[in-house]
């Protein structure tokens, strides 16, 4: 047996993930993860720090881990072995969290990135989005400050919202303005959350809508924890009469996507730099 | 000179919005200098009128724009606002004349705006034909050509005869064979040729005379064997696209950073234009005019309806070996961007892996292209090719 | 786009309708005859709109189909949307032409027509194009789509401002050797010159008619809109009726109709009824756009601003200083013809053609509106801004928006900016005052 | 001796503004459901710091600060609970996440009737000044006479980016274009461009002799290139606005930065400190690439012509002005560059001016002797 960490690198968080495997690479087994934020520390810090913790947790040190791979900004952690870009790492992650998906929502703080892929996790297509962060996770983040709410309360109060309060291509930074209208117009938190998480589900439908995808899709990055995010997707999609049937799904791991994927290649890899 | 010197010396000439280089060769011969804009025109009239043609491939990376933007909108390409942010900067003032060869309608479009704008200079708009019969599209060409001839006899003092038409015909026939070469060399090493190096060796040839040039590329080709460069597990791409307005340099190493190699690429494409030498003939124009119909690379700016769409690259895939191929077009260049989906469906009928991006040529990020196109790698490294 | 519904108007009024009504029974007669065309055994040819040879189509009993107004009629329809998005999925970038994204996407989802029903397949692409590169791109595209020949008519560019005899003899040597060839052998049989003679006759009449209503505009108040209305004016002759008998008579009926309104000092017809006070008399530069027509016509009007002449509605043929098919040199005109459009005339004569209106018509000011994905037209259009400001000493109105791309109309932004516009000459005239 | 009392009286009148507001924050933070016994304390301790603050910073000498209640109070309000919660984050965040609530609610309150209560305080305070104590009862008559007096405005015009939910007739709304131009010829009338980097919007506007304007460009709804870009970074600092340009003007050698986006620009922010550039260095960068926006707006709007009036609230961030400066000489050669301390005033300034004209029907003549006057007091 031999042990692999995937540490996904990201603008906002670092995703550190334990995996173990039989010696034959098979069998491959999650055995921890941490989820650390940035905020304004080194982030080379934050990831010394969390592989450290990581480790210790299971009683572990450097010289059990076979492979250290990094994915996302990764390129920065000199004591990685191999880098795997992105979209391959969230591919298999998502692969390996649900077999059924063959196709992947990453919607992460900066940037949205959707693709498909075959069952061996083989990117195929993507489509991502530009460098404006209008609909980011960062924009939904910002949002919540300028409503003063946590990131944990977003979803509970959007999926409470019933008459959802529609407002589209507004900049992530003067969405405060518009922000302190809607207040100062009567609307509630619930309704602005809602109208909100609409317009930043059309921005993701038209990244799906680029693909021919069908079928179940797995929501991976931070964003795939906020049930608010995907209700109003799966509603958008089905809504859509343009023949798209999906079935949007998150799993508690999908913040985690990135680095399960980077991971299992470090366990692939080490196989083959063996044999 | 150690190739290391030399690709050191091209990077300078590349930095080199001054153009010290031309003023250089002015003093020296006494001549003038004729600019022209990408793609292509054929130099080896304005070199037989004994002055030396100068590529202007936009400001790069480095270039602020800070008038060129109230000559255009957000929406169109980047190489005309830095081209003429050069101008106002009075950085082509050593340029006696300008070409605009027809490539698109932003191109056509400035020589107009040059015209206006630069009312002292020689400015024409060469129109190429998109009529490849030698009899109509030949015939007009060979109008274009004679009267570019004559404005340069004009405008240079000098009278070109056949003889020296048919000399300039010859040192650029001998610059492209020694261009091929390079490339050749490439694609049997890319990981010595480094695509970077490559890449400052031909923009090297847009500031310098032909005969100069041809001797820098032979320097580095017997230079760089010497070298000593690690081989990495990287995959043979074909890169498509960039033909007019130039990537970042940056962003060429960085696609070689991120796991390419690239074998084939369209960049200062004008220096690769004809694919065969032009015989010496009693009627160079003629020869010319057949070596742009007949003989010219397929690339977006040209109308083809003869041939079938992307078969040229999915034959250079095959040849070249390569693993897939990667757009890398100009944001709002309408012939790339375009032509795009005609190569990709041509692509995917032979099952060939590709990807695509666009960017400015004063693009600073890089990490999206990094993604992307390592991504692609990946993808072709850990599953071959199908 | 012939939907235009003017409000209830004093009874006089109805002459204006009539003019409506044939050109809406021309177009819908159209339709029918394309949608019928496999079983009636025509051949149907598709072909562009600038440097556009009908005549010669015409003359050999085909149909012409021309996609940029199946563009912009599904944008008028509300449907470009969906098609610029089918056709970027399927790989076309978002950064180019939406006419060319609009008709892909339009042919991917069935290649339904203005009226509901399915075009015809071409039995020819015929490239005769001027002024535009995307042209050429656009129907490489189609040919990969169509197993149907393809033939190109090159149209050289006015690089200094006139025509040379050389481009004229390189357009007609491609009519000779290639283009009337290839339309000979997909329509099985010969040209008969007498009877293209006849056509452009016809042609010339029309445009006599044309350029008379667009003369209307010196008028105050003026009787047209030349840019809003007259995008509807030149609907006939840009498309598939020039040389026709029922476009001459739409054009003598649309000028009788016109004269009418000078007579009566009547202002345009807007789609809220006649104009009431001409406030603002200005020159358009640039094409309109289509998603939002209504919307952005109504910014005008609501403000009291007439366009009193406008480039777009030359670029389908500039008749204004005097060019006419000629029935005695038929392919030499026809050449010239396609030469002269507007968007082949380099940017110095594109500012002369502008400066002439703005004088002309005695404008208080110009707008340039700015297509997004157009680069024939847009590159270069903020440096015709400042050279208009400068030789006509009248202020230049700047806004951006697209073709058929619903997504680059903002309606608040361009408002914005109109509003300041009028203001600003509002501003001046009290000023100057 | 006149001037001075007025411009006592001034910064009295802006510290009973602050404080009212102060207030507010603080009963709303105290309200918060999220309070806890800790973050009591904390709060207590946060607004004590606050309050004493607020007691100099109006005063003539005192440079840098914010015309914005938000600015100041968040700079202020963030120092004090960063120092608190030292080594606690969850406290930190629970403060930060306090304030963030209640600061909405106290800056989207109306505070239009207030004046005489900001009035009597400001005379209250003035009077206390050794300098007019002696005078303090004709003091206080003066101003009961001036709090008394009704206004009558004889017409209102409203301009601005909210301008179309303002609840006037057509004919009393105004574009901000027109009015920052007329404001900008009104307090220099040599005036024939004008750069307005506002909060949400850029705008360079070209005028003629009189004021009106002949051209301009306006960015869109974006923020990079706006005031808010810098307000976005000062958030990603922690730190106030006005706090922004004073350190990037240290800077020696600046930093290329790449994104365009406001948030881009913020993660780049962040990438580049941990890659250890030098804060300074980054922050002149962030400064540079906001005015190479605003001078491709002047490009397009025609260029620069002498005089050039910079307007709006970046005016007073002296990075911003000195990068301008620099890049108008770079490439439009010495011009002159007026700068009013009171450029965010512009457009209302404008706005009132259009007002007396369509009601008394003439066109506006600038007042020079009091438009010297003003000058004065402004070098003052
Ligand atoms: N419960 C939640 N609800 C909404 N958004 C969340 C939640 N948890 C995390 N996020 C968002 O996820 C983003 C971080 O996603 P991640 O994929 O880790 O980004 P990156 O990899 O770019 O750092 C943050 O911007 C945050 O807004
Ligand atoms: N003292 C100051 N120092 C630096 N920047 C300031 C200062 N005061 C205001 N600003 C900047 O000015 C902007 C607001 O400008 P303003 O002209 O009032 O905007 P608007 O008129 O669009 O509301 C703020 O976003 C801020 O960046
Ligand atoms: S980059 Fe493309 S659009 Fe721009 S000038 Fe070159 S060919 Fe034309
Ligand atoms: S680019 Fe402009 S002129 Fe050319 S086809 Fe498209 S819309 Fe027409
Ligand atoms: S609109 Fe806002 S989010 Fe988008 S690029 Fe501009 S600053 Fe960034």
């Known amino acids: 047996m031999f042990y692999t960490v995937g540490i996904d690198v990201g603008t906002s968080t670092i995703k550190t993930t334990l995996m173990s495997f039989d010696d034959d690479g098979a069998n491959e087994k999650l055995v921890g993860q941490v989820l650390s934020k940035i905020r304004k520390k080194d982030a080379k810090e934050v990831i010394q720090q969390a592989y450290g913790a990581l480790l210790a947790e299971h009683a572990l040190t450097p010289k059990d881990i076979a492979y250290v791979a990094t994915t996302g900004e990764g390129e920065m952690v000199d004591f990685r072995k191999g880098h795997f870009y992105s979209m391959t ?96 117009r009567g609307i509630t938190t619930s309704n602005i959350l809602k109208g909100i998480h609409i317009s930043m589900a059309r921005r993701l439908l038209n990244l799906i809508r680029m693909m021919d995808v069908n079928g179940k899709v797995l929501m991976t990055g931070g964003l795939a924890k906020d049930e608010g995010l995907i209700a109003a997707l799966q509603e958008l999609a089905d809504d859509d009469k343009k023949g798209l049937s999906i079935e949007v799904v998150s799993h508690a791991l999908s913040p985690f996507a990135g680095s399960i994927g980077a991971a299992i290649w470090a366990g692939y890899r080490e196989v083959r730099l063996a044999a | ?23 250089t060769w002015k003093e020296k011969t006494g001549g003038k200098a004729i600019g022209y804009l990408p793609v292509y025109v054929p130099r080896e009239i304005i070199h037989a009128a004994g002055m030396l043609p100068v590529g202007i491939m936009g400001g790069g990376p480095n270039l602020e724009i800070i008038k060129g933007d109230a000559y255009f909108q957000s929406y169109i390409c980047h190489i005309p606002r830095s081209t003429i942010e050069l101008g106002l900067l009075n950085k082509l003032d050593c340029m006696e004349g300008f070409l605009f060869p027809a490539i698109c309608d932003v191109i056509r479009n400035l020589s107009g705006m040059w015209q206006i704008l630069f009312p002292e200079k020689y400015v024409r708009y060469l129109d190429l034909p998109q009529n490849f019969d030698k009899e109509i599209g030949g015939e007009f060409y060979r109008h274009e050509m004679e009267q570019l001839l004559h404005d340069l006899e004009e405008l240079s003092g000098n009278k070109v005869t056949p003889e020296k038409l048919n000399r300039s015909i010859g040192l650029y026939n001998k610059n492209r064979q020694v261009i091929d070469k390079l490339y050749a060399m490439r694609v049997a090493q890319p990981h010595l040729v480094l695509t970077s190096d490559l890449y400052l060796l031909l923009r090297a040839g847009n500031v310098m005379d032909v005969e100069d040039h041809t001797r820098l590329l032979e320097g580095y080709m017997a230079e760089v064997v010497k070298e000593d460069r690690k081989k ?102 309408d012939p790339a961007l375009l032509e795009r989906p005609m190569l990709t469906a041509a692509l995917e009928r032979e099952k060939i892996p590709h990807t695509s991006f666009k960017y400015a040529e004063n693009t600073g990020q890089f990490s999206m292209f990094r993604e992307q196109t390592g991504t692609f790698a990946d993808s072709i490294k850990l599953w071959g090719e199908a | 786009m012939k939907k235009i519904t003017p409000a209830p108007v004093a009874q006089k009024d109805i002459e204006k309708e009539e003019s409506m009504i044939l050109q809406k029974k021309m177009i819908g007669d159209h339709f029918k005859r394309l949608c019928t065309a496999k079983e009636a055994g025509k051949k149907v040819v598709y072909t562009f709109v600038p440097g556009n040879i009908n005549e010669l189509i015409w003359a050999l009993d085909m149909l012409p189909v021309h996609p940029e107004i199946n563009a912009l009629q599904s944008a008028m329809r509300k449907k470009s949307g969906d098609y610029v998005m089918e056709a970027e999925k399927h790989g076309h970038s978002e950064d180019v032409c939406t006419y060319v994204k609009c008709d892909i996407g339009m042919l991917k989802k069935g290649n339904i027509g203005p009226t509901g029903e399915k075009l015809p397949e071409p039995d020819l692409l015929l490239l005769s194009y001027t002024g535009c590169f995307t042209f050429m791109k ?90 809003f209305g007259g995008v509807y004016y030149v609907g006939p002759i840009f498309s598939a009726f020039r040389g026709l008998p029922e476009c001459e008579e739409y054009y003598k009926l649309l000028r009788a109709e016109v004269e009418y309104r000078v007579r009566h000092k009547l202002g345009p017809v807007t789609p809220e009824g006649v104009m009431k006070e001409e406030k603002y008399r200005i020159v358009v530069e640039g094409p309109p756009n289509w998603t939002s027509f209504r919307e952005f016509w109504k910014m005008f009007y609501d403000e009291g601003a007439v366009v009193v002449g406008a480039s777009y509605t030359k670029v389908g043929g500039y008749y204004d200083r005097g060019f006419r098919h000629d029935p005695e040199k038929p392919l030499e005109s026809l050449a010239n013809y396609c030469l002269g459009c507007y968007t082949n005339h380099n940017l110095s004569s594109r500012i002369d053609i502008l400066e002439k209106h703005i004088k002309d018509y005695d404008a208080d000011g110009f707008v340039i509106n700015s297509i997004k994905s157009c680069n024939s037209f847009s590159a270069g259009q903020l440096m015709m801004m400042r050279e208009l400001e400068e030789r006509t000493g009248k202020p230049g109105g700047f806004i951006e928006s697209d073709l058929v791309d619903p997504r680059y109309f903002s309606a608040a932004n361009i408002k914005n900016r109109l509003e300041s516009y009028f203001q600003m000459i509002e501003a001046k005239r009290q000023a100057a005052a | 001796m006149e001037e001075d009392l007025l411009a006592w009286l001034l910064v009295n009148y802006k510290l009973a503004q602050h404080r009212v507001q102060l207030e507010a924050l603080k009963e709303g933070c105290f309200k918060d459901p999220a309070v806890t016994e800790a973050t009591k304390e904390a709060l207590e301790k946060i607004f004590a710091e606050l309050f004493k603050e607020a007691e100099t910073m109006f005063q003539p000498n005192v440079k840098s600060r914010s015309d914005f209640f938000r600015d100041i109070a968040s700079s202020g309000f963030m120092t004090s609970a960063e120092k608190l919660a030292k080594n606690d984050s969850v406290l930190f965040d629970r403060l930060i996440s306090i304030f963030d609530r209640t600061i909405l609610r106290v800056e989207s309150k109306s505070y239009a009737t207030m004046f005489e209560t900001y009035m009597t305080f400001a005379c209250e305070q003035t009077v206390k000044h050794p300098a007019f104590s002696a005078f303090g009862d004709r003091i206080r008559k003066a101003i009961a006479y001036a709090v008394s007096v009704e206004f009558q405005p004889i017409n209102t015009i409203g301009t601005g980016y909210g301008r179309a939910r303002l609840p006037f007739p057509k004919n009393q709304i105004r574009s901000e274009i027109l009015c920052h131009g007329l404001g900008a010829h009104y307090m220099f009338p040599g005036t024939r461009t004008v750069l307005d980097i506002g909060g949400q919007d850029t705008k360079a506007i070209q005028i003629d002799e009189n004021g009106i304007v002949t051209n301009f460009q306006m960015n869109d709804r974006c923020a990079a290139g706006c005031g808010r870009y810098l307000g976005y970074i000062a958030d990603e600092m922690n730190m106030g606005v006005h706090e922004l340009g004073p350190i990037a003007m240290k800077s020696r050698k600046q930093v290329r930065i790449n994104s365009t986006c406001t948030v881009f620009a913020g993660a780049e922010l962040r990438e580049r400190l941990s890659l250890g550039e030098k804060r300074e260095d980054i922050l002149a960068g962030l400064h540079r690439a906001m005015i190479l926006r605003a001078m491709s707006l002047l490009a397009r709007s025609g260029g620069i012509d002498d005089e050039f009036t910079f307007t709006g609230g970046v005016a007073k961030n002296g990075a911003a002005t000195g990068a301008l400066r620099t890049l108008v000489e770079e490439n439009y050669g010495k011009k002159t560059i007026n700068i009013s301390a009171d450029s965010i005033y512009t457009g209302a300034l404008g706005a009132a001016l259009f007002a007396k004209r369509d009601q008394l029907g003439e066109t506006v003549n600038v007042d020079l002797k009091k438009l010297k006057k003003q000058k004065a007091a402004i070098a003052a």
């Open chain 1, 89 to 184: 790492c969230h591919a298999r992650g998502a692969l390996f969290l649900n077999p059924d998906v063959r196709a992947v929502v990453d919607a992460g703080a900066l940037h949205c990135k959707a693709l498909i892929m075959d069952h061996r996790s083989k990117v195929l297509s993507y489509r991502m989005t530009s460098q404006c962060a209008s609909g980011s996770g960062q924009f939904l983040e910002n949002i919540s400050r300028y409503l003063g709410i946590g990131l944990e309360d977003i979803w509970p109060l959007s999926l409470k919202a019933d008459k959802p309060e529609i407002i589209s291509g507004i900049c992530a930074v003067l969405a405060e303005t518009d922000v302190i209208n809607m207040i100062s």
């Open chain 2, 1 to 23: 000179m150690t190739a290391k010197k030399i690709i050191e010396d091209c990077e300078d000439l590349y930095n080199d919005l001054d153009f010290t280089s031309v003023k």
């Open chain 2, 232 to 333: 990495f597990d990287n995959i043979r791409v074909i890169v498509s696209g960039a033909f007019c307005e130039q990537p970042p340099l940056a962003l060429i190493k960085g696609l070689e950073a991120s796991g390419c190699y690239i074998v084939e690429d369209d960049w200062v494409l004008g220096a690769r234009f004809l694919q065969k030498d032009v015989p010496i003939t009693a009627d160079p124009l003629e020869a010319l005019s057949d070596a742009y119909l007949n003989d010219s690379v397929s690339t977006s700016s040209k109308y083809e309806d003869e041939k079938e769409k992307g078969k040229y690259l999915v034959d250079q895939v095959k040849m070249l070996n390569a693993g897939g191929v990667i757009f890398c077009a100009p944001s709002f260049c």
């Open chain 3, 138 to 227: 656009w129907f490489e595209l189609l040919k990969q789509e169509y197993k149907c020949p393809v033939v190109m008519l090159q149209v050289p560019y006015q690089a200094n401002g006139k025509i040379e005899p050389k481009m004229t003899d390189y357009v007609v040597r491609q009519l000779k050797e290639k283009v009337i060839p290839a339309l000979e052998q997909v329509a099985g049989k010969k040209l008969d010159m007498n009877r293209l003679s006849a056509l452009l006759e016809s042609s010339a009449r029309a445009e006599e008619d044309l350029v008379a209503v667009w003369d209307s505009a010196k008028n105050r108040p003026s009787p047209i809109d030349a840019y």
